[in-house]
Structures are given as structure tokens and as C-alpha cells.
């Protein structure tokens, strides 16, 4: 009994409010990755191997922007934009070709994809992380911790994009074209909606979330060549958990997953926090292959 | 025999025979880069009994791949005088671990979802490798030296450059004899046919996912096999191997020589090294061989999808 007592007395709740706050903010991030990973897979039946690498374009054309006119906001509004652009491309050079193919062909080629992406960004960038400076510098006090205001803007603006993004899919023309594609492509394209273009415009989309979560993470850690494939994993990792394709699903997985890594590294070495994740995957595979966060199909 | 027959066996072994002789007129660093084809080789091949046969696309050959190289290294380490018998047998016992538990959750799913958990598996086997530095010896990796060759009280001998690649070769050889025996047999036709239609597989009466398995667990023990030859040739093992990007040559390897042929993966192996040597040897070895390589892969799944021998793909496999 005096044990137990002795245990709560030393636990430390501190810690794991920061660790609270700090996974919800990388969930958030995490979100914003997935959610334009699921979009792709949800509406084109594509699994966007590139998707890391347009989240690393994302924070090196970030740099290069920030190191030139010296404003992050801008640096993340231009960087958001040049890697839908590139989405765009890449979509149309690499993917249109492939429509009605093979599902398992669109995985090689965005794979390819990534090769070429982070071969350049090594090429161009050089083996070395850059960093990106923070633009909000202040903080506010959490227990004995000065917690960077930073990192809540973060939370904020992702959600801001996951919410304002869902609103564009639920009303605007383009959202509902996207809609009907997903529905049924061969009936949208008979009601006149260009189908090849939606999925540019998809991918481009998509492209666009993981550019902008690649600007908003880069002041939290290094910008290097290699960070896409982290992040592209625990994304999948968050998609097959939340249930392929659901993006609410895949939002509350974000977050869960998250929260989790932030509570083991209190424990364990961050680097081994990664293995709760990969936990939480197993046993979502054991027990509901169709995702934690779906509805029990009927 | 049948005039197919034959054409086969001869082709076959002239092949062998140029690659018997070839070690012996190239110059040692051509040999020994020839005989690293035939391994990575070995390692598409493997993986190509479930791209090409099976239908499912792996992303996690690395993790077969490394936990030979590791398995052997250990048995290696750990023995005295070390043991290449050994060796094959630890490290073959690794990868067979290690298929059994990608193989036991990851069959759970199909398509793309097989391909994103293989990936992820094998990330936790890099993971383990990278942090566990007391066993694995971490970021460094393991050194040891190469065994020799023996065959109790017959004979012990040094391996040279010649003579690995003659072993190396007698192995490949084997395996692929093996897999392509494994690929004509009844069970390969059932894994023929759960890639032509899984849900007519399932209800014709084949218990589908035993099948599957089995499939990630021989595919497993050949790449198992591929790691310790690597190891023994190099004499290392380090965790780079294990990380994504050695599952990720293998696909490509596939995908170039031409998935379901088995011979098309090792040619896609020979295309894959020869061009990166011939690209930084004119370019320089800082040049990110990976671009044009990466650009020649998408060209080839968008206008070649069968790869560079899949116009053989029904004679090889007649």
C-alpha cells in the first residue's frame, strides 16, 4: 500500500501534462500529413510513397524562401503553393499515365517518385540539416518549463487547415466534383466533370497539405533529406490504423498515436518510443484489421 | 525432352558455364562485383516468388535480408574456429524468424495494405538493430572474418575471390532451381492462382492465408540466404542493410528485369549495379546516380511494365 502510495507521489503529472500538450501538437502535424495521404488513397486508390518527400520539399523550399525574404508566413503560403504545383506535375507526368492500371503500379511509381525527390534534395542540399528559426519567439510558462507559444500556433493553423479543408470538400464545386469522383468516376465523368483533372487537382491538394505541414514542422526539428521517410511511415502507420481512406478516422489516430509516443518517451529514449506505434499497428492488425477508429462494418 | 526442354537446359547451363569461367579472366574487382549481382540476385529472386507469383508486393525484404547477415554474423562471432555451416544455418534461422512474424500479421491484408505493413515491419527490425548496440553493436554494426570452407575431414580451405564466387554461384544456382521447381509445383500453382483471384482461390476450397505464409516464409528464408552470403562476402554486417532503402532495391531490381520470371529480377540486379557503377565512374561518385535511375524505373512501369525480360515471361515459366 505504502508502495503504491510512494508511486503516485513520485509519478510524475507534470511531465505528462507537457507530454499531453506535446503530443497533441505533433499529432496535429501528423494529421495534416495523413489526412492529405488519405485523401489521395480515398479518392484515386493511390498510397503516395512521395508523400514524405513532398512534406521534405515542403520545409527545404520553406528554407530557401525564409532565408530569402526573411518572413516565415510567406515562406509558407510560397512553399504551400510551389509543392501543390509540383504535386501537380508529378501527378500528370507520372500518374495520369497509369489511370485503370494496377493499383500496385501507382505504389511503384510514387515510389520512384521518392527516389528522385530525395536524391535531389540531397544533391541540391547538400548531406547537412538545415534549421528554420521560429517565427513567434515568446513563451508562456507550464510548471517549471517556459513552453513555446510556437508550438499552439502550430496545433491551431493545422487544425485550421484540416477544418477549413473539410469545409471546401463539403461545399464548394470542386469539393463536390471530388465527392462524386470518389462515389462513382464513371457516372461524374458522364455528368460532365473532368475525372483526370480532379485527380491532379487531388493530388496537388494533398501535395499542398504535406508542403505546408513540412514548413510548420521544420522550426521543430532539422530539415534534412531523410526526414520524409519517417514521417511517410508513421503516416501509414496512422492510415492503416484509422482505417484506410477515413479521414476522420485517420485525424484520431494521428492524435492517439501521438499522445502515446509523448507518454513512452518519458520512459524510454524517443527513438524507442517509436516501437509503441508500431504496438499500436500490430495489435490494431490482430483484432480490427479495418481500423481502430471505423465503424464495425455489418 | 521437348525441344522447349532443351533450349532451356542448354541456355541454362551455358550461362552457368560463362559465369563459372567469368571470375577467372575478369579482373578482382569486376569478379568480386559480379559476384554481388548473383547475391542481390538472390535477393530479388526471392522476393519476386511474391511479387511475381504471389501477387503481393513486398516493401520489407531488408528485414529478411538483414536478420541473415546479423544471424550469420552472430553464429560467427560466437564460434571458434567460426563456421560457414553455421553461419547459414543461424542466419537462416533469423530470417526465418523474422518472416514467420511479418508473414503471420501482414497476410492479414491484401494489395497495398500488405505493401505498407511489410514496410513498416521491417522499420521495426531496423529499429531493434540500431538501438540494441549491445547485441547488434549498433550504428557500427558487426566485423568479423570470413570462414572457410569446409567440409569436415575433408577439406578446410580459404576462401578466395574465385572460389566465393563459385560458391556464391553454386548457391544461386541452387535456389534458383529450387524456386523455380517451388513455382511449377501444385503449391506454386495455388499461389499462381490466389494472384490471378484470390476470392475464386478462397472458395474453391485452398485455405488462402496458410498459403500466403508459407509464400513469406520461403521468399524469406532465399533473401535470409542472400544476407549471409552478403555478410560472408563483405565480412560485415551493418544496419544499413536492414533500413528500407535495401527493400526498396529490391522491388526495383524486380521491376526492371521483369517480375514472374525469376531470371529477370538477377538481370534487373546486373542492369540496376552496372548502371550506378557506369554513372558515377563518368559523373563522379558524389552524382546522385538515383535520379536517372528513378526516372528510368517510372518509364519503365509507365511503357514497360513487364520489364526488360518479360517478353520471355511464358517461355521461362513453360
Known amino acids: 500500500m505504502e508502495q503504491v502510495v510512494q508511486y503516485f507521489q513520485d509519478f510524475p503529472f507534470d511531465l505528462l501534462l507537457i507530454q499531453t500538450v506535446n503530443g497533441i501538437v505533433t499529432g496535429l502535424i501528423l494529421a495534416l500529413v495523413a489526412s492529405g495521404l488519405t485523401l489521395i488513397f480515398g479518392i484515386m486508390d493511390v498510397v503516395n510513397f512521395a508523400h514524405g518527400e513532398l512534406f521534405m520539399m515542403g520545409a527545404y523550399l520553406g528554407v530557401v524562401v525564409l532565408a530569402a525574404t526573411g518572413n516565415f508566413w510567406l515562406a509558407l503560403i510560397v512553399a504551400t503553393m510551389m509543392v501543390a504545383i509540383l504535386g501537380g506535375a508529378l501527378q500528370i507526368l507520372t500518374l495520369r499515365p497509369l489511370i485503370g492500371r494496377d493499383p500496385l503500379n501507382t505504389i511503384l511509381a510514387t515510389f520512384g517518385l521518392s527516389l528522385i525527390l530525395q536524391n535531389f534534395a540531397l544533391w541540391e542540399f547538400g548531406p547537412v540539416s538545415r534549421k528554420i528559426q521560429e517565427p513567434i519567439g515568446t513563451y508562456f510558462t507550464l510548471f517549471y518549463l517556459q513552453y513555446p507559444w510556437y508550438r499552439i500556433v502550430i496545433a491551431g493553423l493545422s487544425t485550421a487547415i484540416i477544418g477549413g479543408f473539410w469545409l471546401f470538400l463539403k461545399y464548394s464545386k470542386f469539393g463536390i466534383w471530388i465527392r462524386a469522383t470518389t462515389q462513382d468516376r464513371v457516372m461524374a465523368e458522364a455528368m460532365g466533370i473532368p475525372v483526370p483533372w480532379v485527380y491532379t487537382g487531388v493530388f496537388a491538394l494533398g501535395a499542398a497539405m504535406a508542403g505546408a505541414s513540412g514548413v510548420l514542422f521544420g522550426p521543430l526539428g532539422s530539415v534534412n533529406h531523410t526526414m520524409g521517410l519517417d514521417w511517410v511511415l508513421k503516416a501509414f502507420i496512422v492510415v492503416v490504423v484509422g482505417g484506410m481512406g477515413n479521414l476522420g478516422g485517420s485525424i484520431a489516430a494521428a492524435i492517439f498515436i501521438s499522445l502515446l509516443e509523448a507518454y513512452a518517451s518519458i520512459w524510454v529514449s524517443p527513438s524507442q518510443a517509436v516501437i509503441v506505434s508500431f504496438v499500436v499497428l500490430i495489435l490494431t492488425l490482430l483484432f480490427r484489421p479495418t481500423g481502430l477508429f471505423v465503424a464495425t462494418p455489418k | ?318
Open chain 2, 1 to 318: 525432352m521437348s525441344r522447349h526442354d532443351k533450349i532451356y537446359w542448354t541456355g541454362f547451363c551455358a550461362i552457368i558455364a560463362v559465369l563459372i569461367v567469368a571470375p577467372l579472366v575478369l579482373p578482382v574487382f569486376w569478379a568480386k562485383f559480379l559476384t554481388e549481382i548473383l547475391i542481390w540476385g538472390l535477393l530479388a529472386m526471392s522476393s519476386d516468388l511474391l511479387i511475381g507469383y504471389t501477387g503481393m508486393v513486398s516493401f520489407g525484404h531488408s528485414a529478411f535480408f538483414g536478420l541473415g547477415m546479423y544471424g550469420a554474423a552472430g553464429a560467427l562471432l560466437h564460434t571458434s574456429p567460426p563456421n560457414l555451416w553455421l553461419a547459414i544455418l543461424a542466419g537462416l534461422g533469423g530470417a526465418a524468424g523474422a518472416a514467420l512474424f511479418v508473414a503471420y500479421f501482414s497476410t492479414r491484408l491484401r494489395d497495398i495494405y500488405f505493401a505498407i505493413t511489410t514496410l513498416i515491419f521491417s522499420q521495426i527490425f531496423y529499429v531493434i538493430i540500431f538501438t540494441w548496440t549491445a547485441v547488434t553493436g549498433g550504428e557500427n554494426g558487426l566485423i568479423f572474418t570470413r570462414p572457410h570452407f569446409n567440409i569436415p575431414f575433408i577439406v578446410d580451405v580459404r576462401f578466395t575471390t574465385v572460389t566465393m564466387h563459385w560458391f556464391v554461384l553454386a548457391l544461386v544456382a541452387g535456389s534458383y532451381l529450387l524456386l523455380r521447381r517451388i513455382t511449377r509445383s501444385p503449391f506454386g500453382m495455388v499461389l499462381q492462382s490466389i494472384r490471378e483471384n484470390e476470392a475464386r482461390t478462397r472458395a474453391i476450397g485452398y485455405p488462402v492465408q496458410h498459403y500466403k505464409i508459407v509464400a513469406v516464409m520461403l521468399s524469406g528464408l532465399f533473401a535470409g540466404l542472400a544476407g549471409v552470403l552478403y555478410g560472408v562476402q563483405n565480412e560485415f554486417a551493418a544496419p544499413d542493410f536492414v533500413y528500407f532503402v535495401t527493400s526498396g532495391d529490391t522491388v526495383i531490381f524486380n521491376v526492371l528485369g521483369g517480375i514472374g520470371t525469376l531470371v529477370g529480377p538477377i538481370v534487373g540486379a546486373g542492369f540496376f549495379q552496372l548502371l550506378r557503377e557506369l554513372l558515377s565512374r563518368v559523373f563522379g561518385e558524389q552524382f546522385p546516380y538515383l535520379i536517372p535511375l528513378g526516372v528510368v524505373f517510372i518509364m519503365m512501369i509507365i511503357f514497360l511494365p513487364q520489364g526488360l525480360l518479360g517478353f520471355a515471361k511464358r517461355w521461362l515459366n513453360r
